[in-house]
Nanobody, 119 residues
């Protein structure tokens, strides 16, 4: 099992920045991919960004270069730097970990952190 703890959400004005953090613990060595999803009320969860163990990244089209995902392997932590935030970025952001143990894949989720972009 992998445990994920997010932090860094909050209230920011349009055009502002936030950095989300996600610290992983537990069966760290099984993790292949870490990343972020977001989910608005009544909407499906959508991928924001992901990063593999060798640093490969993937981003959603809606970000258009505004977000950057990174990782600190020494701290077992990933970050999501979000710049030029828009009101439509307001929602709950969830950290996830994709793990592989033998032939089985597991996905673990964090508890979510609220991001609100408003003046």
């Amino acid at each position: 099992q992998v445990q994920l703890v997010e932090s860094g959400g909050g209230l920011v004005q349009p055009g502002g920045s936030l950095r989300l953090s996600c610290a992983a613990s537990g069966n760290i060595v099984s993790i292949n991919v870490l990343g972020w999803y977001r989910q608005a009320l009544g909407q499906e969860r959508e991928l924001v960004a992901s990063i593999t163990t060798d640093g490969g990244t993937n981003y959603a089209d809606f970000e258009k270069g505004r977000f950057t995902i990174s990782r600190d392997n020494a701290k077992n932590t990933i970050y999501l730097q979000m710049n030029s935030l828009k009101p439509e970025d307001t929602t709950v952001y969830y950290c996830y970990a994709l793990s592989v143990v033998g032939e089985k894949r597991y996905i673990n989720w964090g508890q979510g952190t609220q991001v609100t972009v408003s003046s």
